[in-house]
């Protein structure tokens, strides 16, 4: 890591850990989730929040902690631009990219790199004319 | 891929043919021994359209669900095998995808899974390497184009009908039909949701669910719970995460005397069922109870869902192996 990285690293750091909570895995996606670090989640979800969320909205592994999707969920809804963004299905974590700067990242285009088998035109989109004959059918 | 494909499993079958399914779940044991698991599936074989296999559930360990599905297919029942993403990274699930293939899974279930804060082994470490996003679209790289997340090639694709898990209860309420829009698009056919004792709330996420044009892309089973007191009722509602007991239900429970309260957790899930047949979009129910599963087979009966259809062409699936009646 050469000199002008480890300042960039310090910067962010010095920014997002007091604002954000950041956890600097070096591939943010904050606008995409209401400005709430998603790394914060227990179970390190990208994705939304697990089934476990608590009534009251906290999380199930700390339930002194108010869920960090519900807090995304919100926070995304006061979003002037991205608002619709925390529905965008995100890669998988590039482990590699941990405290690393995401802004240098963001520059050169690592933070956007995704496995090969990562296709974007798998899943639903593929078959959407395969769909169910009906629903609510009866035995 | 083709739109027309043949269904991959009797559970697809089912759905696709506009009928209502039966799943659910299998007890799961605590040692080495087969007979446990096809015991247990034996009581269900006939009865139900497919059973699941948890993995670890509520993490704790038990006999692992690729060697449950493949004893549950041994004992003529189309097992649903689940993988969460607590106990393995990537490279693990996607071992175990195929290998769940290979012994016969033609429904796999796919989910996050319990912190093991939940078990009995809380000082464990969490994997969670990805989410159940990330692994239901890997399922459906390794099905649909043949080669693993890092893009390297199969030599043979696995075949299964691929499962989700919805919880339309927990907060944030007005995200869950987006974040069910997300698990179709990350590839989930079929979704199995939390346990439902809240009907208004499930009808509001089917509503939603079916404006946003996901009933037509994937199918939902609702789970139903036996209850067998008013006391196991509070502990769902107490120490189980992410389970929703309105206040009416549970005094239903509580108002029964004690020697009649498990008859009456049996009419609420009677009724649950009745109602879910009848809520527009709902493809099927999952049945769930604790110590024991006579008490979903009585439901299975007294709710009028016997005698399950018979697919023709999934036998020979199961027939494959030696052991199978």
């Known amino acids: 890591m050469n000199v002008f990285h480890a300042a960039l690293v310090a910067i962010e750091k010095a920014v997002k850990i007091p604002l954000f909570g950041c956890r600097m895995c070096g591939q943010c996606i904050l606008h995409e989730t209401g400005l709430v670090c998603p790394m914060n989640c227990p179970k390190n979800l990208r994705n939304g929040p697990c089934g476990g969320v608590l009534v009251d909205g906290h999380c199930e592994v700390r339930p002194q902690m108010r869920c960090v999707w519900v807090r995304a969920y919100e926070g995304s809804l006061r979003l002037p631009l991205w608002k619709d963004h925390i529905e965008h299905l995100q890669p998988p974590v590039d482990w590699r990219l941990q405290g690393t700067s995401s802004w240098a990242n963001l520059a050169s285009g690592r933070d956007r790199q995704v496995p090969a088998g990562w296709a974007a035109d798998a899943g639903a989109a593929a078959d959407g004319s395969e769909a169910p004959s009906e629903t609510g059918g009866r035995a | 891929m083709s739109p027309k494909a043949a269904p991959r499993s009797r559970l697809e079958w089912i759905l696709r043919s506009g009928r209502f399914a039966v799943t659910a779940e299998m007890q799961p044991t605590n040692g080495a021994d087969p007979e446990e698991v096809r015991r247990f599936a034996g009581g269900l074989r006939g009865k139900v359209d497919a059973a699941n296999c948890t993995d670890n559930p509520a993490a704790h360990p038990h006999l692992s669900a690729l060697a449950a599905g493949a004893f549950v297919a041994q004992a003529g029942v189309e097992p649903i095998v689940q993988l969460a993403c607590r106990d393995r990274n990537r490279l693990a699930l996607q071992a175990d995808l195929l290998g769940a293939a290979a012994l016969g899974a033609r ?92 009907l208004p709330r499930m009808g509001e996420f089917m509503k939603r669910s079916r404006d946003l044009g996901l009933l037509e892309r994937v199918f939902v089973l609702v789970s139903v719970y036996v209850a067998r007191s008013a006391r196991a009722m509070r502990y769902l509602r107490d120490v189980v995460p992410g389970i929703d007991v309105p206040d009416d239900v549970l005094a239903r429970l ?72």
């Open chain 2, 107 to 198: 429904n796999v279930l796919l989910l996050t899974g319990d912190d093991v804060s939940a078990g009995d082994h809380p000082e464990a470490r969490p994997i969670f390497d990805i989410d159940s996003m990330h692994l239901l679209r890997i399922a459906r790289v390794l099905r649909d184009e043949g080669k693993y997340l890092s893009g390297r090639a199969l030599t043979a694709r696995p075949s299964f009908f691929i499962g989700a898990v919805e919880n339309p209860f927990a907060p944030p309420h007005d995200f869950r039909p987006a974040r069910l829009a997300k698990k179709v698009e990350a590839g989930a056919e079929f979704v199995q949701t939390q346990l439902c004792f809240n």
């Open chain 2, 254 to 325: 509580e108002k029964a005397p004690p020697g009649h309260q498990a008859e009456e957790g049996f009419r609420l899930a009677l009724e649950t069922v009745g109602a879910l047949r009848e809520m527009p979009g709902v493809s099927g129910v999952h049945l769930i109870s604790i110590k024991g599963q006579d008490s979903i087979l009585r439901l299975i009966e007294d709710a009028g869902l016997l005698p399950r259809p018979q697919a023709a062409g999934f036998e020979s699936a199961l027939s494959a192996w030696p052991d199978a009646g």
